[in-house]
């Protein structure tokens, strides 16, 4: 099969991409392209052009497996094509079915028109990937929109519908069939010799980019893209479209190119990328294991864990029964859930119709034997041990057999869960992070007797959801939490030597967090922390801290009640000395000689114990693989994504360091803060997490 198609529909030479899955711009493709052009242009019984792509798809854009790598570079060039799409003298169009993003969008914006069909969707998402459109779309796009529409869509990556991208001008139509009314509007234009429209000669729109327009564009960003080349750079380079001469402004958006290309950032986020997509894959379970299909849903407990669950699968267009025992716990459930929806419907992020479609597929229901016609029931009941498992036992008796019986729960064995009921081997975790309905991680947890199907089905649902689903195995806290375990503790130790919240938090936003950890402690209720930790049991050489245990005894439980680690005012936390004091007694009653803490110990001493429990677990097989670690704390826990997760983060500034700060805090802290043999094998040997990449099938605790 050729990479792209050529046939010529009477005067009319058709351009196909064709290079599974999502025809991506690699050099074969461009080659094929580079020849079309040429045989076209020089061909007199060709009188216009026409590039589309097959298989549903226009093109995903340059291929990132080359991104970084000679083959990118390899003539023809994405700019070289485009310099010879510009030459031609005959009417180029773009016919755009389904996706055209990044370079393929490109492309398309280097047609003299693009006609799009209803369900296309273009978008310039390069910096997800820590890199700016350097096909000339940061150049093309603001042409053609302007640039207040181009720093909107640039910056956030997101792909536009095509309604919305003919308003703004980067469609010139939509059509049922793009690629019939394409071919039909090119012969048009070639007969009645319309003049050509070169986006690259476009400048009328340029005259919008006003001083103002950017400097209050880098403020509105600034929080979001905190710390981030590539938003900068987009914005560098769209000003540079409306100040400065065409070919210095395309000169210089090539040279910011290079400049994210060649980035740490670049290379974290497309770790991530590929790391997602990964973590899809299970060994052991053949792909081509069927899911079971999920028409009808079913959640249990209607608090703001279940009720975020049910919005999931409503928002997916899945039928859902929210059950809730007492009608008033479930009327409280369905108002707050009604409440999400008008304020999103409010905020403008979701239409109003859509809105009430969705809550139309909510049904409250308070009986158990209502939850028959589910084909998965996701259980979302108070995380106690013995609850779980009544609710299992009870559940097991009224589910259709065929259905999968789900906990949703953050810690607990599901094994154990899994043995309330007659079928193990349809009992599954699926862990949602809260808000559910807005978080992108699925933590989906095995048990020793989940079956295939059963995992197929619950890593296949977190796609459905519009989820980021990791497969973890059975232990306590699974992937995620057990690993937290240890960022939270030290957090307090740390305090207890002589660190502060605000420092502390300082330290870790500063690197990348939404929030630092003590904030994040303030908002989830320093009381929940408290009691989950209560439930743990520690071995007896463990350091501990009292200062948890002291905050919730002076009533500080966190926002809620307006002072927790910091007094609040409304949402913004204020440095409370009544904290520091707290603090200073305990380092006093322990004897700890309080001691200014350098930013950099604060960092390594939160993020290199975190990781060292991933070596473990690793090792062990709860994880797969490092790069779904990764891909659980990006997601999950608000790991930066341009840092490419804690476990790309620690191969990239060094394995040995880990190491190093576990072998010192292991004397005080106890056995659990020695060093994972993993990570001293690897670092001995100088490997990467690659050389540990495990097909132990998780599930099994060490
Ligand atoms: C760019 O264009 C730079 C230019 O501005 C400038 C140059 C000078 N390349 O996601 P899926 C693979 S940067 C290579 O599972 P979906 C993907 O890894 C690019 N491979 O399917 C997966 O492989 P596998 C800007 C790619 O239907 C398979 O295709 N473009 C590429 O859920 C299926 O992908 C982007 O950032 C690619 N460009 O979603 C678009 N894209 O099966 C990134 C996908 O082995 N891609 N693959 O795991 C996407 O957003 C989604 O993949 C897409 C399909 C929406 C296309």
């Known amino acids: ?86 030459a031609t003298p005959k009417p180029l169009v773009a016919a755009i079915d389904g996706i055209a993003f990044g370079g393929g969008l490109e492309i398309a914006l280097t047609c003299h028109w693009r006609i799009g069909s209803r369900s296309a969707r273009v978008g310039l998402p390069e910096v997800k990937l820590g890199l700016l459109p350097g096909a000339g779309g940061t150049q093309r796009f603001t042409r053609l929109a302007g640039p207040a529409a181009a720093l909107e869509a640039i910056t956030s990556g997101a792909a536009l519908g095509a309604e919305r991208a003919l308003e703004l001008g980067v469609l010139d139509a939509v059509a049922d069939d793009a690629l019939a009314a394409a071919i039909d509007f090119a012969r048009q234009a070639a007969r009645e010799r319309l003049s050509l429209r070169v986006a690259r000669g476009l400048d009328e729109r340029l005259r919008e980019g006003t001083p103002e327009l950017f400097s209050e564009f880098r403020r509105r960003i600034a929080a979001k893209a905190r710390g981030q080349l590539a938003p900068a750079r987009i914005i560098d380079s769209i000003e540079a479209a409306c100040t400065l001469p065409a070919e210095e402004a395309f000169r210089l958006e090539r040279q910011y190119f290079l400049e994210c290309r060649d980035s740490p950032q670049r290379r974290a986020l497309t770790h991530v990328f590929f790391a997602e997509r990964e973590a899809r894959r299970i060994p052991g379970i053949p792909a081509d294991t069927e899911p079971l299909p999920i028409r009808q849903a079913a959640v249990i407990g209607a608090g703001t864990m279940g009720g975020g669950i049910a ?134 947890v095995r048990g020793r007797e989940s079956s295939a199907q059963t ?188 840092k490419g997760g804690p476990m790309f983060w620690a191969e990239q500034s060094g394995l040995a360091r880990v190491v190093e700060t576990m072998r010192r805090l292991a004397p005080t802290h106890g056995a659990r803060w020695r060093p994972a043999p993993l990570l001293e094998r690897l670092s001995a040997g100088n490997l990467g997490f690659g050389a540990a990449r495990s097909d132990a099938n998780p599930g099994k605790c060490g």
Request: charged share 20%; proline share 5%; hydrophobic share 45%.
């Open 1 to 86: 099969m050729p990479a792209v198609s050529y046939r010529l529909e009477s005067e009319v030479a058709v351009l196909s991409i064709a290079h599974p899955p999502v025809n991506a711009l690699s050099l074969p493709v461009r080659t094929a392209l580079m020849e079309g052009l040429t045989r076209a242009s020089a061909d007199a019984a060709v009188a216009a052009i026409v590039l589309t792509g097959t298989g549903g798809t226009f093109s995903s854009g340059a291929d990132i497996h080359e991104i970084g790598s000679g083959a990118a570079l390899t003539s023809p060039t994405l700019r070289e094509l485009q310099s010879e799409m510009e």
């Open 311 to 444: 919005m999931s699968f409503a928002n997916a267009g899945i039928p859902v029964a929210l059950l809730e025992v007492s009608p008033e716990a479930l009327e409280r459930g369905l108002q707050v859930i009604r409440r999400n929806y008008a304020a999103s419907v409010n905020r403008g992020s979701l239409d109003a119709t859509r809105a009430d479609a969705a809550l139309a597929r909510i049904h409250g229901v308070s009986d158990y034997a209502a939850l028959a016609g589910a084909d998965i029931v996701i259980e979302a009941v108070f995380e106690d041990l013995n609850v779980k498992r009544e609710v299992f036992a009870r559940l097991d008796k009224v589910a259709a057999p065929h259905a999968i019986l789900a906990t949703n729960t953050s810690t607990l064995d599901i094994d154990l869960i899994g043995a309330a009921t007659s079928r193990p081997g349809q009992v599954v975790g699926t862990h949602f992070f809260s808000p559910a309905n807005v978080m992108k991680l699925l933590e989906n």
């Open 455 to 642: 995992i197929a089905t619950v890593m296949a649902l977190g796609r459905t959801l519009g989820k980021i689903p990791v497969l973890a195995g059975n232990c306590d806290g699974f992937i995620g939490n057990r690993m937290l375990m240890f960022y939270g503790s030290e957090a307090e130790f740390l305090l207890e030597e002589g660190a502060t919240p605000e420092q502390i938090d300082r330290v870790m936003e500063g690197f990348g967090f939404a929030m630092g950890p003590l904030a994040v402690r303030d908002l989830a209720g320093n009381d929940v922390g408290f009691l989950i930790r209560k439930g743990r049991r520690l071995p007896a050489d463990e350091r501990w801290s009292p200062i948890l245990e002291r905050i919730v005894a002076a009533g500080r439980l966190g926002q809620k009640s307006g002072k927790g680690f910091y007094r609040y005012e409304g949402r913004t936390r204020i440095v409370d000395p009544e904290v520091n004091a707290l603090i200073e007694g305990v380092s006093r009653e322990l004897g700890i000689r309080r001691r200014s803490i350098p930013d950099e110990e604060i960092l390594e001493r939160l993020l290199h114990p975190l990781i060292n429990e991933g070596a473990r677990i690793l090792d062990e097989g709860i994880a797969i693989r490092a790069s779904d670690i990764d891909v659980v704390y990006v997601y999950g826990y608000g790991f930066p994504a341009y």
